[in-house]
């Protein structure tokens, strides 16, 4: 028998591990979800549409996994804190909850602006806090991971507040690697391109439109969520233990030149 020691790949199995996952009941969220709890974790699925997100964790356990519905508005601060007030500790954190209103900038309002950073910046920093807060009273270590947009690393016509917003985001993940890092809490983002989702087709594009978006994508084509999930798997396993304040782009190469 060789005595040569070969490194072990770290484990992408979640299993014994809690997840919080916002905007859960489709999209992205739902994606999220259905990866982390086939992985082995216990999700809770968090959601404003009450139909949505039950049906959505019940999908996930008639597929074997373990998964729980919390009808809540991650914006309303004081139900955030009355909901997950005595709850064990979350292990993961998937920030997935958004808000966009693209418009020209001369024509943004006060409401747009305080309608998209309150649940894009607001929601996500006091979601954060008090599911860090929970893990460090508890000892426990965990990862924190905000979903951005490759919005968050370049500009882009009648989004100024949605880009505002996700510069913000990636901001904050730096800062909180930083500080919670001492304490085993890891913060990172995932910024995706233009995905296929039920937001993103409520605007509506045209067929010129959607060229123009997809001629940006290097590889040619728009995102589908399956796209994220093996990111979001990454991220939330001890297979990236020593990932914390960056930020992985899922664009198909929007932000390469």
């Not at 418009?103 to 747009?112: H, I, Q, R």
Request: charged content about 20%.
């Amino acid at each position: 028998m060789s005595a040569f020691a070969l490194p072990s790949t770290p484990s992408f199995r979640l299993d014994g591990r809690r997840a919080l996952v916002t905007g859960a009941g489709r999209g992205i969220g739902l994606a999220a979800a259905a990866c982390l709890a086939e992985a082995g974790a216990s999700v809770t699925l968090c959601a404003r549409t009450a139909s949505e997100v039950e049906a959505a964790a019940e999908a996930i356990r008639t597929a074997g996994g373990k998964a729980e519905a919390l009808v809540l508005d991650v914006a309303d601060l004081d139900a955030v804190r009355r909901a997950l007030d005595g709850r064990e500790p979350y292990d993961i954190l998937v920030s997935n909850a958004g808000a966009n209103r693209p418009a020209a900038f001369a024509d943004v309002s006060a409401d747009d602006f305080d309608a998209v950073f309150g649940v894009n910046v607001r929601a996500a920093f006091f979601l954060a806090q008090t599911v860090t807060n929970a893990l460090v009273s508890a000892g426990r270590k965990g990862s924190i991971i905000h979903i951005s947009s490759q919005l968050g690393h370049v500009g882009a016509p009648n989004r100024s507040i949605y880009v505002a917003s996700k510069f913000a985001i990636e901001g904050l993940t730096k800062a909180l690697a930083t500080e919670l890092g001492p304490k085993g809490i890891r913060f990172n983002t995932i910024a995706p391109t233009f995905t296929d989702t039920p937001m993103t087709r409520s605007y509506g594009l045209d067929s010129d439109a959607l060229a123009a978006v997809t001629a940006k994508i290097k590889l040619g084509r728009i995102g589908q969520v399956e796209d994220l999930m093996g990111a979001i798997l990454f991220l939330a396993s001890d297979a990236s233990s020593l990932v914390t304040g960056s930020s992985l782009l899922v664009d198909g190469g929007w932000t390469a030149d």
